[in-house]
DNA sequence: CTCCTGACCTGAGTGC
DNA sequence: TGCACTCAGGTCAGGA
């Protein structure tokens, strides 16, 4: 489900409700999602400080004191809801977390739910961060200052599968997903079936452009509700009304009016129009 | 290395 | 109503 923008709008939402409080209470309601989660979770960051919250990729970290990172993927179906009074947890609500309230009294609820338990939960030492298995292989972030279109035309020089999924990798660019792989192919005119290889010099730098705005754009809006995600405070993320192509399949393009086509590859399906994507 | 498939899981939608 | 089937925003392991 959650892409960069999704994932960055649940993180500066949970901001005030965590930045600079206390974990009082923690509930976990089952010991695995995708996978195992840490033995006595709620028992670890309760009584801890919340002293930040960065996001890398697709993942938010939880920095608490005493040095320890609470590492949350949202997976496919993953959502993130803030409460100010005790919430009623529903099925696949698993875990929550409550705050000490803030200076005007107030506390927060903090609950993932995630339905098809594709996502997942760490708890692991500040020190351990760097190596950790699902952040070492990570590439630059799109929005931060070692992308740019020299590097992106780098990366794609020597990838032979079509651009599509080459910009799915997340060691290459980290934070895409499939609908803002199709948007950004959209705005740069790029067919998702061309060869990665041979995307150069301008088509290169449109496409870099592409990727950054379209991020820029979705985040401003609060993501893309489409199934699961809503931001933490309930509204829904707006760039879905923003979408040129994705799920849009026998629309008429935005640019053009020509019907928008959709094709599956690598087990995901793609959405472009064949008309202004070359 | 790169590329693809299958696996993980539930729920919503569709067609009969 | 019910059943069978397909599909969904991610990514990892395994094999070619």
Same mark, same amino acid.
């Given at each position: 489900?959650?892409?960069?923008?999704?994932?960055?709008?649940?993180?500066?939402?949970?901001?005030?409700?965590?930045q600079g409080r206390k974990i009082t209470? *923690?509930?976990?309601?089952?010991?695995?999602?995708?996978?195992?989660?840490?033995?006595?979770?709620?028992?670890?960051?309760?009584?801890? @400080?919340? *002293?930040?919250?960065?996001?890398?990729?697709?993942? !938010?970290?939880?920095?608490?004191?005493?040095?320890?990172?609470?590492?949350? @993927?949202?997976?496919?179906?993953?959502?993130?809801?803030? #409460? #100010? $009074?005790?919430?009623q947890l529903a099925k696949h609500d698993?875990?929550?977390v409550e705050m000490a309230p803030d200076?005007?009294?107030?506390?927060?609820?903090?609950?993932?739910?995630?339905?098809?338990? =594709?996502?997942?939960?760490?708890? =692991?030492?500040?020190?351990?961060?760097? %190596?950790?298995?699902?952040?070492?292989?990570?590439?630059?972030?799109?929005?931060?200052?070692?992308?740019?279109?020299?590097?992106?035309?780098?990366?794609?020089?020597?990838?032979?599968?079509?651009?599509?999924?080459?910009?799915?990798? %997340?060691?290459?660019?980290?934070?895409?997903?499939? !609908?803002?792989?199709?948007?950004?192919? =959209?705005?740069?005119? !790029?067919?998702?079936?061309?060869?990665?290889?041979?995307?150069?010099?301008?088509?290169?730098?449109?496409?870099?452009?592409?990727?950054?705005? $379209?991020?820029?754009?979705? !985040? *401003?809006?609060? /993501?893309?509700?489409?199934?699961? #995600?809503?931001?933490?405070? /309930?509204?829904?993320?707006? =760039?879905?009304?923003?979408?040129?192509?994705?799920?849009?399949?026998?629309?008429?393009?935005?640019?053009? *009016?020509?019907?928008?086509?959709?094709?599956?590859?690598?087990?995901?399906?793609?959405?472009?129009?064949?008309?202004?994507?070359?």
């Open positions: 489900m959650p892409e960069l923008p999704e994932v960055e709008t649940v993180r500066r939402a949970l901001l005030p409700a965590m209470a *923690a509930f976990v309601g089952r010991d695995d999602l995708r996978w195992p989660l840490p033995p006595d979770l709620a028992d670890r960051i309760t009584g801890r @400080h919340v *002293a930040g919250l960065d996001r890398r990729a697709k993942y !938010i970290l939880i920095r608490l004191s005493g040095d320890e990172v609470l590492l949350l @993927h949202l997976g496919m179906s993953g959502s993130v809801r803030i #409460h #100010h $009074t005790p919430p698993h875990v929550m200076a005007t009294g107030q506390p927060a609820f903090v609950v993932f739910r995630d339905p098809r338990r =594709f996502g997942w939960i760490d708890l =692991f030492s500040a020190t351990a961060e760097s %190596q950790h298995k699902l952040l070492a292989n990570l590439g630059p972030e799109p929005l931060g200052n070692e992308f740019s279109p020299a590097y992106l035309a780098a990366c794609l020089k020597t990838r032979t599968g079509p651009i599509k999924t080459v910009l799915l990798n %997340q060691q290459l660019v980290a934070g895409l997903g499939n !609908i803002y792989v199709s948007e950004a192919l =959209f705005r740069a005119g !790029i067919s998702p079936r061309r060869r990665a290889s041979s995307i150069r010099g301008v088509r290169a730098d449109r496409l870099a452009t592409a990727i950054i705005d $379209t991020l820029r754009a979705a !985040i *401003a809006d609060g /993501g893309t509700s489409l199934r699961d #995600h809503v931001q933490p405070g /309930g509204d829904i993320g707006y =760039f879905v009304q923003r979408l040129a192509v994705y799920g849009r399949a026998g629309e008429p393009c935005p640019t053009c *009016a020509a019907p928008v086509q959709s094709l599956v590859q690598a087990g995901r399906r793609s959405f472009y129009c064949s008309h202004c994507q070359r």
